[in-house]
C-alpha cells in the first residue's frame, strides 16, 4: 500500500499516488479517496460511504449493502457482492463487469449526469429509478411490488419484463 494515508480518525483510506495503485489486501473503510486509478485486487473491500476517484475497479468481494457513485470518472465492480443491496449511480459510470456476482436483487437510483453501465448482462433487480443512463443491459427484470418510475434513458436495445405487482413507468 505504496502511498497509503490511513486516517484512523476519520476511517478514510487515501491513496496519493500520480500513477495508479493496486491493494492486494484486504480495505476496510468509510471512504476510500483516489488520486489515479485504482484496483481493489483479492481480499475484500467494506467502504461504508463512497469510493472517490477518477477509474477505479474492484475485482475482490465487495462486503457492502450499499454503493454511491457520486464523482465523475468510473467505478467497476468485477467481483463479488454477496451484501450488496442497493446501487445509487449519480455522476460518472458505475459499471457492473462480467465476474461481478449478486445474490440478491438490486435496488437501483441512477440520477442526473450518473450512468448505470450493466455490461451486456440480464439483471434483476427490486427496484429501479431516477433520471440517468443505463446502459449495454441485454435484459432487466424488475421483481418489486412497489411501483416503479424510472424517467431516464436505455442506451441501446433492453428488454424489461415486470413480475412484481405493482406498476411501472416511464
Known amino acids: ?20 495503485a493496486t491493494v492486494n489486501g484486504s480495505v476496510a473503510a468509510k471512504t476510500v479517496i483516489a488520486d489515479a486509478a485504482l484496483t481493489v485486487g483479492g481480499g475484500t473491500l467494506t467502504v461504508a460511504g463512497e469510493i472517490v476517484g477518477p477509474n477505479c475497479t474492484v475485482n ?38 462480467s465476474g461481478a456476482v449478486f445474490s440478491a436483487p438490486l435496488e437501483v437510483v441512477v440520477n442526473g449526469a450518473g450512468t448505470l453501465d450493466l455490461g451486456g448482462n440480464a439483471v434483476t433487480l427490486s427496484w429501479l429509478a431516477g ?40
Open 131 to 170: 433520471t440517468g443512463t443505463v446502459a449495454n443491459a441485454t435484459a432487466i427484470t424488475l421483481t418489486n411490488d412497489a411501483a416503479c418510475t424510472f424517467g431516464g434513458d436505455f442506451s441501446g436495445d433492453v428488454v424489461v419484463t415486470h413480475t412484481g405487482h405493482a406498476g411501472w413507468a416511464f
Open 60 to 97: 475482490a468481494t465487495l462486503g457492502n449493502e450499499s454503493i454511491i457513485k457520486s464523482h465523475s470518472g468510473s467505478l467497476t465492480l468485477n467481483g463479488s457482492c454477496p451484501n450488496l443491496k442497493e446501487i445509487a449511480a449519480l455522476a460518472g459510470t458505475l459499471s457492473i463487469g
Open 1 to 20: 500500500r505504496t502511498g497509503t494515508l490511513w486516517d484512523s480518525a476519520t476511517n478514510i483510506a487515501y491513496f496519493s499516488s500520480a500513477a495508479a
